[in-house]
């Protein structure tokens, strides 16, 4: 059973408009999510991170919202530039389970989000 | 060296061989993780080291799988008896201690015909 589900396998976007990649995620218990960026033949890159205590975490294109009670969070990239086509991952920790250290990370499937010019 | 060096990049196996693959961490990063990415899935754990502790193989999906560090160093991920449901992309990734994002390598892409 798949604890991180990103159900859109794909995602066009027209250059300048903004790309917005959902995720959600069954365990109440996690409490840290991430969002990793892949080019093909390269391994993940980390992109953003947002902790349970917020629900929003900006860093300037990218921006993550995260809303617990429905167990849902998102990725928003504006302007979105035909260099971010790439797979987008969501990834969720349980800090707890390891005593508040990382410990490993659950993926979601991935979404391929493509920039047209 | 700067970044998560894994090797071989590329690797094909007859089924039945045993496979080990090698993972060079970024220097001073306590964690290492193996994942791997079958065709058309995302990454699933395998593996984790932190330090000294003792592992987290939770992941491994079947005795067949077995990895090792030394310390805080390389790490080799060795499969034994290769099916050819083992074909994937292994990911090792490192990070330092409390710190999270992981840095990944470029991955091994193994096939097993």
């Known amino acids: 059973d798949q604890q991180v589900k990103q159900n859109s396998p794909s995602l066009s976007v027209q250059e300048g408009r903004i790309s917005i990649l959902n995720c959600d995620y069954t365990n109440s218990m996690f409490d840290y999510f991430l969002w990793y960026k892949k080019y093909p033949a390269e391994g993940p890159t980390f992109l953003i991170s947002?902790?349970?205590?917020?629900d929003k975490n900006e860093d300037g294109r990218f921006t993550v919202f995260l809303n617990k009670s429905a167990k849902h969070l998102s990725l928003h990239i504006v302007p979105s530039q035909p260099g971010d086509s790439a797979v987008y991952f969501c990834?969720?920790?349980?800090?707890?389970?390891?005593?508040?250290?990382?410990?490993?990370?659950?993926f979601g499937k991935g979404t391929k989000l493509s920039v047209k010019p | 060296g700067a970044g998560v060096s894994q090797s071989p990049s590329n690797k094909v196996t007859e089924k039945g061989k045993d496979v080990e693959l090698r993972c060079d961490p970024i220097s001073g990063h306590t964690a290492l993780y193996w994942y791997r990415q079958r065709l058309g899935q995302g990454l699933e754990f395998l593996i984790y080291f932190q330090g000294n502790s003792a592992p987290d193989k939770s992941g491994l999906p079947s005795d067949r799988f077995s990895a090792e560090r030394t310390g805080e160093s390389v790490s080799t991920l060795t499969i034994q008896r290769t099916q050819q449901e083992d074909s994937a992309v292994y990911l090792c990734?490192?990070?330092?201690?409390?710190?999270?994002?992981?840095?990944f390598g470029s991955g091994t892409r193994l096939t097993v015909v």
């Open positions: 990734a490192s990070s330092q201690q409390g710190r999270y994002g992981y840095t």
């Open positions: 990834a969720a920790s349980a800090r707890v389970s390891y005593g508040g250290s990382q410990g490993n990370l659950i």
């Open positions: 947002i902790s349970s205590i917020k």
